[in-house]
């Protein structure tokens, strides 16, 4: 067992060398007992409040503009000398700890950005994501708990300060410059998420990442259903629309409650994604329209036809029953939420 005991005379010593706000702090407050101690001794001798707090800064600060009542009494000069000595000492020692507190925050940051800097460089094979808003910092959890390096790209001083307080590495600086977008290692990145909230700034950003890195998988955001066009002209391999599947999902829930447990966004379920994207793999929930080609079709012929792109786990019926592990002779009805397994990359037929 640890006993600490009462400092000593050297620790105390360390306490305030290693703590430049907290040198600054106890210089305020020696300074205000200084100042208020000295004003208060003044007025007992017969001074108005003004006169003797005018009388105690000038003092302190060595400004020396001659004095307001003559002191001539043995009390006036003792009160004098002590706040000189006092309160000069305190000046310094003041004046001193504001450049301290200044100075290594400054060398904070510009050691912090060079090691940023440094740790990006030696980046490759990573993910840089664009815009720190809603969708931005839930990918870079994502990312970080499926162990992907990235780096995020933000303009906003206030979401740059979010993102470095998670620990991502975060470069702050405007994405739809060329400049920037090198300086995180775009020729040796593997995708880029363009996430920021304004379509015109996701469809330049995707035209300038493009241009650095033909082989760079961009993924675009698009708000508005008729910018996911102009994103994939562009250059976007693909394109999310957050209302689309804001949408999707709600309908998922209405219609197919039981399978939403499949989906939902729960610790294990989120984890159990991670593994099956490590895989290549993907967990959905689509339902079948009565057009698609999965209608009326077992779950073997489906399966068949996909080529191995899906496999089906579970079949919730429009009447509310569900299916956990089906036989691969049960039909596929339309109206059904059919939760698949899928393989990344792949395109099997038409469900919705």
């Known amino acids: 067992m640890n006993i600490v005991g009462p400092r000593t005379p050297r620790s105390w010593l360390d306490w305030f060398a290693n703590s430049p706000a907290r040198n600054l702090i106890f210089g305020l407050a020696y300074m205000l007992v200084i100042v208020t101690g000295a004003t208060i ?19 302190v600060f060595t400004v020396g503009y001659g004095e307001i009542h003559p002191i001539a009494t043995p009390d006036l000069r003792a009160i004098t000398i002590t706040t000189i000595i006092l309160g000069c000492t305190g000046i310094i020692f003041l004046t001193g700890a504001l450049v301290q507190f200044i100075t290594i925050a400054q060398i904070q940051i510009l050691l912090g950005t060079k090691r940023m800097k440094t740790q990006i460089d030696k980046m490759s094979g990573h993910v840089i994501i664009c815009g720190y808003g809603r969708i931005g910092q839930m990918l870079s959890e994502e990312l970080r708990a499926g162990g992907m390096e990235f780096v995020v790209l933000e303009l906003n001083e206030q979401r740059y300060n979010e993102s470095m307080t998670h620990g991502n590495p975060t470069v702050r600086g405007d994405a739809t410059d060329e400049s920037v977008l090198e300086a995180v290692g775009i020729a040796r990145a593997r995708t880029l998420a363009s996430v920021v909230p304004n379509d015109a700034a996701n469809v330049f950003i995707t035209l300038s990442a493009r241009n650095l890195n ?3 998988e961009i993924i675009a955001r698009g708000e508005v259903g008729t910018t996911k066009s102009k994103l994939l002209q562009a250059g976007a391999n693909s394109v999310v629309e957050p209302a689309h599947i804001g949408a999707e999902r709600i309908g998922q829930l209405i219609m197919y409650p039981q399978s939403s447990s499949f989906s939902d966004n ?12 490590t895989l290549g793999l993907e967990l959905e929930v689509l339902a079948v329209a009565p057009d698609s080609p999965l209608a009326g079709a077992s779950i073997e012929a489906a399966e068949h036809q996909a080529s191995g792109s899906l496999f089906v786990i579970a079949i919730n019926r429009k009447n509310g029953e569900t299916l956990s592990r089906p036989d691969p002779a049960t039909v596929i009805e339309a109206g059904d939420g059919v939760v698949l397994i899928t393989r990344s990359g792949r395109s099997g037929p038409k469900i919705s």
Request: proline letters at 0%; charged letters at 20%; zero cysteines.
């Open 41 to 59: 001794a003044y007025m007992l001798d017969g001074w108005s409040w003004g006169d003797a707090f005018y009388f105690v800064i000038i003092t």
């Open 214 to 216: 033909k082989n760079l």
């Open 266 to 277: 729960s610790e294990r379920m989120r984890t159990l994604g991670v593994g099956l994207r």
